[in-house]
């Protein structure tokens, strides 16, 4: 053969970018139903997942308060020591068999009416080792801790729900005064910072009264001992920590009832994966209208195909490849989801703050919600322009020339 | 005329011939019938010549064209277009050689509705790779060389008839094609129009020498060209010169 085949080449790919936008813009209200569409498929997947994003963090901020390296060891009920006795714990002791935690405290819990010139208040009394405070993360907000002197003392740490209720506006409770429980008087010696209820914690910190351990046994005849809370050396080591604690606890106590462990790690572990699943679900509902909006994409590049029968044919007699034809078309769909996706994810982070707001929430742009809205939309525009882009391409030029 | 001549003859002759058609067939299934619809056509053209291919409606010329033009696939025989073998080519070289070698006319003219007539003119050229600048500088020329330097801007619902025609010559001649293929581009023309539209063609074809085969069932169309084939079921008969 005398002559070589000539080679081929197409459009570069701002050509075919700026044709289709054009093109888009000619199907005018048709495109725009198309693009309506798929608006609405990619706010709710926006929407969705920043809303499911902001919940986790939510619930999670609630748990964080509690410290990741906090940890509680539940007792079986009226523990006994190995003596035949109930259970005594001395902290220093355990401190020393359970290198990976940083401070412990034995808990006792009984409830008592705390009278307070004259005004009663139903008071949980907590009776513990002062390095309670440490590992509870106890903040005193005036007055102070109950420290290792004040273990033979009448002295109680009251938290600040109990206090403001046993107070007056003029004679508000203050560090110093007395309060009674039962046949004793106790002084308050600090009241505690309001904090969120801890979940993990045996007890509401703000309705409580905390007085030394040895004390216990003036308002209880027998008390026992119900939990164990201690704080690991890190967030790292608490899993280490609570085995370590654990172990120890069974080996003092009489019988084989279980000494059970909770530490907030577990807690938020358990409620990420719940908050997971919370999203994914909100995200499947937002892909499903994603869908709708593909195949409103692919009606109207259908219709686009159909109606420009007779372009095809006049393109390919005028030299377009196979593959000019579907990147005429892939670009158009994609170009219309593009726009639609930017749009959509607009409207879904509005949504999200809105709902953001409705439900007192911190608003913040969840990680993952505009990068996924934005491709599984545009993927959505790539998979249903596919399907009208190929039967487009795979056109004769006679036959498309022929339609009228 | 056999074969082995045929053969002999394309070896020779590359070089003057632009089209050579041996014994082309083309037929269609329709419910366990065969029509057929080119039975064995032979046809050679050679470069610079005008030509016109008659015949009435349902003869089979508007096939031939589609065959010439390489929108259409012969059956059976042999195509070579400038000394290339046609069956031999690919989709996109197909498709490579109608960007470079043909120009069509199309009797509805075909212009994309949405482009500019500049738009139009450049279209062939984008299909080549060569940048928007430089297709409408060259697309600009040849609406200049046609009489619609003026109305480059214009979509083609503002045009004329005869304008919209001058633009699709425009398109068909930008590429600098070896071929013109016209399919009847008068025939949505008033008389005085087609005879212009007529006169640019020939005088494309005598001042550039650009091949030009016309498909017309009109023989005042025919008779201006300087040969004449006619179809009529399916084969081909020489018409007779000028």
Redesign the interface.
């Known amino acids: ?3 070589s ?8 790919a701002a ?1 075919i970018l700026l044709e289709a936008l ?2 888009l813009r ?1 199907l005018g209200r048709r495109s725009l139903l198309a693009l309506l569409g798929i608006v609405m498929g990619s706010c709710s997947v926006v929407a969705l997942l920043n809303i499911g994003g902001n919940a986790a963090a939510q619930s999670i901020a609630i748990f964080r308060n509690l410290g990741s390296d906090t940890l509680v060891l539940q007792l079986p009920p009226q523990p006994t020591g190995l003596d035949g006795l109930p259970l005594r714990l001395s902290v220093e002791t355990l401190g020393r068999q359970t290198p990976a935690v940083a401070s412990l405290s034995p808990v006792m819990t009984y409830g008592a009416a705390a009278i307070f010139n004259g005004r009663v208040g139903n008071a949980n009394i907590i009776g513990a080792d002062p390095a309670l405070f440490e590992a509870a993360r106890l903040n005193i907000a005036s007055g102070r801790s109950l420290s290792e002197f004040d273990r033979k003392e009448a002295y109680a740490v009251i938290g600040a729900s109990l206090a403001q209720a046993l107070s007056l506006p003029d004679d508000p409770l203050q560090p110093g005064d007395q309060l009674r429980l039962q046949s004793y008087q106790f002084r308050v010696v600090g009241i505690l910072q309001e904090g969120a209820p801890g979940m993990l914690l045996p007890f509401n910190a703000n309705e409580t009264l905390f007085i030394p351990m040895e004390g216990m046994t003036r308002i209880n005849p027998v008390p026992q001992i119900s939990h164990v809370v201690a704080r690991a050396n890190s967030a790292e080591e608490v899993i280490q920590a609570g085995e370590q604690l654990r172990q120890t606890l069974a080996q003092r106590i009489a019988g084989d009832a279980p000494v059970t462990l909770i530490f907030a790690q577990q807690i938020l572990e358990g409620m990420q994966q719940q908050t997971r699943t919370f999203t994914y679900l909100l995200a499947a509902l937002g892909v499903v209208s994603l869908i709708g909006g593909g195949v409103g994409v692919m009606n109207v590049m259908l219709m686009n195909v159909s109606e420009r029968r ?2 095809i ?12 034809i579907r990147n005429l078309f892939l670009v158009e769909a994609v170009a219309l989801t593009s726009v639609g996706a930017l749009l959509g994810a607009v409207l879904g982070m509005a949504g999200g703050w809105g709902y953001a707001q409705l439900s007192g929430w911190a608003f913040f742009l969840a990680p993952g919600a505009l990068p996924l809205g934005i491709g599984s939309t545009v993927l959505v525009g790539l998979f249903f322009g596919l399907h009208p882009a190929i039967a487009a391409s795979r056109l ?3 036959e498309a ?1 022929r339609d009228e | 005329m056999d074969a082995g001549s045929g053969i002999g003859m394309l070896e020779n002759n ?2 003057e011939q632009l089209i050579q058609l041996q014994h082309i067939g083309k037929h269609y299934r329709l419910a366990d019938k065969t029509l057929h619809i080119l039975g064995d056509v032979c046809l050679r053209i050679a470069h610079g010549e005008s030509c016109a291919i008659l015949g009435s409606s349902g003869s089979g010329k508007s096939t031939l064209l ?1 065959v010439l ?1 390489l ?2 696939l012969p059956d059976t025989g042999n195509y070579h277009l ?4 046609v069956a031999q ?1 690919s ?3 197909l ?7 043909i120009g ?1 006319v ?1 009797q509805s003219f ?1 212009l ?1 509705p ?1 482009l500019s007539a500049l738009d139009n003119v450049a ?2 050229l ?4 060569i ?2 600048r430089q297709a409408r500088e060259q697309a600009h020329a040849m609406l200049v060389r046609v009489g619609l330097g003026e109305r480059s801007e214009h979509r083609p619902a503002s045009l004329s008839g005869g304008q919209r025609q001058r633009v699709a010559i425009a ?1 068909a001649l930008v ?1 600098k094609p070896a071929l013109i293929l016209a399919d009847e581009p008068t025939g949505n023309l008033d008389a005085s129009t087609a005879q212009e539209i007529m006169a640019l063609l020939i005088e494309l074809n005598r001042e550039q020498g650009v091949t030009l085969i016309v498909v017309t069932h009109d023989p005042l169309i025919a008779n201006r060209l300087a040969r004449r084939v006619e179809v009529h079921q399916g084969l081909l008969r020489e018409a007779g010169a000028a």
Do not use: H
């Open positions: 053969m005398s002559l085949m000539p080679l081929s080449s197409g459009p570069s050509q054009n093109s000619m007779r372009e044919g006049v393109r390919l007699a005028l030299g377009a490849r196979r593959r000019d004769q030029p006679v020339l | 590359n070089e589609n033009g929108l259409d400038n000394g290339i073998d080519a989709p996109d070289q498709a490579a050689l109608r960007n470079q070698l069509f199309f075909n994309l949405r279209l062939p984008t299909y080549r790779g940048a928007p398109r590429g």
